[in-house]
């Protein structure tokens, strides 16, 4: 509990504090300036016990420097070296390999590569090893020593290779069970002429935050923390936690709960009332709004349906109508045809997602003939995730497959009286004009395919 003797805004810091939500620039100075350490402790301790517990984990690693060179001169480091006559620039995939087995035969699970930030831009000595190699930088070699490591000793790797941008870390992320970069310091007064980063360009702490705030766009387990004793100034150390939460306090902005029941307890999958549509929207918003913090939750989304993958028939994926149970459609509402449609607009940003999107294709291509009429439930929406996907990826038999299912139309008409031609919904009593289970989404599904093939009457 908050000390008696403390002054009442101090007491009153200590409270906030206490609720475990974090604290402001202000309170946190006066915490550090003025509130007595056994209280501060206390605080501490109680925010510890309540949302950490007390375990103490660890992680036996063995530490690979892949390189000592690095572009920076950091004013207080006793890692980087220059490029030295008979002394190799970076350690060889032999090394790396024996010092890697070396730990893994000592009980380490982890691999720890560290390295100076990308010494190629200014040695080159650096461009010529990495370049006999078929590499262009520091970041990609590193990338092919920690697919080595992990083929050839399970360790898994950890990379601390200093900046990083988006298409560097999603790389790593193939194979680094985390990847870290020390803030350091949010101060820019550091890098002033004679001070500890006035000679490191990859220390400005807007770039560093930038690598940090990618690494959560791409959901990356991350480690970052600041320094002491470089020169800062106790406020700037509060400065840099703060920029460091509050990286972390964007990016959580939005987050997937996949454990979390939406209707009666189960957790259906589909578009419609589903994971698919929520992560589409989500996805869409961003866009739109041109805002990173919901990019976490779309990928968390579509790690949460691509482990709930089934393979179908012909190389197809399809997925349960309702989390736990076995598949049983496939329609846009409720399956594999909605679910494509999410993972064919996540490829726009994440390439790897077209594939999700194709295998589920193919089940709708397999097995669509069976559908009504209608967008939701039907033939509509089959048709129209086919010509998409057929125009995304260049695959002719989705369009083929389009027209084909198309030809059930004629199947399913029930002209009025006056000739005019109708489609049903999902029960035969239900004509409307509906979009999701009526002709409307019939007729949008004839445009498309008109647009595309010309001259469907
Ligand atoms: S960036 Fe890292 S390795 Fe390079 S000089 Fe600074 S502290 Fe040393």
Same mark, same amino acid.
């Given at each position: 509990?908050? /000390?008696?003797?403390?002054?009442?805004?101090?007491?009153?810091?200590?409270?906030?504090?206490?609720?475990?939500?974090?604290? =402001?620039?202000?309170?946190?100075?006066?915490?550090?300036?003025?509130?007595?350490?056994?209280?501060?402790?206390?605080?501490?301790?109680? %925010?510890?016990?309540?949302?950490? /517990?007390?375990?103490?984990?660890?992680?036996?690693?063995?530490?690979?420097?892949?390189?000592?060179?690095?572009?920076?001169?950091?004013?207080?480091?006793?890692?980087?070296?220059?490029?030295?006559?008979?002394?190799?620039?970076?350690? =060889?995939?032999?090394?790396?390999?024996?010092?890697?087995?070396?730990?893994?035969?000592?009980?380490?699970?982890?691999?720890?590569?560290?390295? +100076?930030?990308?010494?190629?831009?200014?040695?080159?000595?650096?461009?010529?090893?990495?370049?006999?190699?078929?590499?262009?930088?520091?970041?990609?070699?590193?990338?092919?020593?920690?697919?080595?490591?992990?083929?050839?000793?399970?360790?898994?790797?950890?990379?601390?290779?200093?900046?990083?941008?988006?298409?560097?870390?999603?790389?790593?992320?193939?194979?680094?069970?985390?990847?870290?970069?020390?803030?350091?310091?949010?101060?820019?007064?550091?890098?002033?002429?004679?001070?500890?980063?006035?000679?490191?360009?990859?220390?400005?702490?807007?770039?560093?935050?930038?690598?940090?705030?990618?690494?959560?766009?791409?959901?990356?387990?991350? =480690?970052? +923390?600041?320094?002491? #004793?470089?020169?800062?100034?106790?406020?700037?150390?509060?400065?840099?936690?703060?920029?460091?939460?509050?990286?972390?306090?964007?990016?959580?902005?939005?987050?997937?709960?996949?454990?979390?029941?939406?209707?009666?307890?189960? %957790?259906?999958? #589909?578009?419609?009332? +589903?994971?698919? +549509?929520?992560?589409?929207?989500?996805?869409?918003?961003?866009?739109?709004?041109?805002?990173?913090?919901?990019?976490?939750?779309?990928?968390?989304?579509?790690?949460?349906?691509?482990?709930?993958?089934?393979?179908?028939?012909?190389?197809?994926?399809?997925?349960?109508?309702?989390?736990?149970?076995?598949?049983?459609?496939?329609?846009w509402?409720? /399956?594999?045809?909605?679910?494509?449609?999410?993972?064919?607009?996540?490829?726009?940003?994440?390439?790897?997602?077209?594939? %999700?999107?194709?295998?589920?294709?193919? =089940?709708?291509?397999?097995?669509?003939?069976?559908?009504?009429?209608t967008w939701c439930?039907g033939?509509g929406g089959?048709?129209e995730?086919?010509?998409?996907? #057929?125009? %995304?990826?260049?695959?002719?038999?989705?369009?083929?497959?389009?027209?084909?299912?198309?030809?059930?139309?004629?199947?399913?008409?029930?002209?009025?009286?006056?000739?005019?031609?109708?489609?049903?919904?999902?029960?035969?009593?239900?004509?409307?004009?509906?979009a999701f289970v009526?002709?409307?989404g019939v007729?949008a599904a004839?445009?498309?395919?008109? /647009?595309?093939? #010309?001259?469907?009457?």
């Amino acid at each position: 509990m908050p /000390g008696l003797a403390a002054p009442y805004h101090v007491d009153a810091a200590l409270q906030v504090g206490l609720e475990g939500c974090g604290v =402001t620039r202000e309170d946190a100075l006066s915490l550090m300036n003025e509130a007595p350490l056994p209280a501060l402790l206390d605080a501490a301790a109680a %925010v510890r016990d309540r949302f950490k /517990g007390r375990p103490v984990s660890y992680s036996r690693k063995v530490f690979i420097p892949l390189t000592h060179l690095c572009r920076d001169y950091c004013g207080y480091c006793t890692f980087r070296a220059d490029p030295q006559p008979g002394v190799q620039p970076y350690m =060889t995939a032999d090394e790396v390999l024996a010092v890697a087995e070396a730990g893994r035969r000592a009980g380490c699970k982890e691999a720890l590569f560290s390295l +100076g930030d990308q010494p190629e831009r200014v040695f080159p000595e650096a461009r010529d090893f990495l370049k006999a190699l078929g590499f262009d930088s520091t970041l990609q070699y590193l990338a092919a020593m920690c697919e080595l490591v992990l083929e050839k000793t399970g360790l898994l790797p950890h990379s601390n290779p200093g900046l990083m941008g988006l298409d560097e870390l999603r790389r790593l992320r193939e194979t680094n069970i985390s990847v870290g970069l020390m803030l350091e310091s949010a101060s820019p007064r550091l890098l002033r002429f004679g001070g500890p980063h006035w000679k490191a360009p990859d220390k400005v702490p807007s770039l560093r935050l930038r690598t940090i705030e990618n690494a959560g766009e791409l959901s990356m387990a991350f =480690t970052t +923390g600041i320094l002491i #004793g470089i020169g800062e100034t106790p406020e700037e150390r509060v400065d840099a936690l703060l920029a460091a939460s509050t990286v972390e306090d964007e990016l959580r902005w939005w987050r997937f709960a996949a454990e979390v029941p939406t209707f009666g307890g189960e %957790v259906p999958l #589909g578009y419609a009332h +589903g994971v698919a +549509g929520i992560a589409d929207a989500l996805l869409a918003a961003s866009r739109v709004l041109d805002d990173q913090r919901l990019r976490p939750a779309v990928r968390e989304a579509a790690a949460f349906l691509r482990n709930r993958a089934v393979a179908a028939n012909d190389g197809g994926l399809t997925w349960p109508n309702i989390d736990g149970t076995p598949p049983t459609m496939i329609a846009w509402c409720h /399956g594999a045809t909605g679910i494509a449609r999410f993972f064919l607009h996540l490829s726009e940003i994440e390439p790897d997602a077209l594939g %999700v999107a194709d295998c589920a294709a193919r =089940t709708v291509l397999a097995t669509g003939d069976g559908l009504g009429a209608t967008w939701c439930h039907g033939l509509g929406g089959a048709i129209e995730t086919l010509l998409d996907i #057929g125009r %995304v990826g260049g695959d002719e038999a989705f369009v083929l497959g389009a027209k084909r299912l198309a030809r059930s139309y004629e199947n399913w008409r029930h002209d009025a009286p006056d000739g005019t031609p109708l489609w049903v919904g999902d029960e035969p009593s239900i004509v409307t004009p509906d979009a999701f289970v009526g002709v409307a989404g019939v007729v949008a599904a004839m445009l498309r395919l008109e /647009g595309h093939a #010309g001259g469907l009457n």
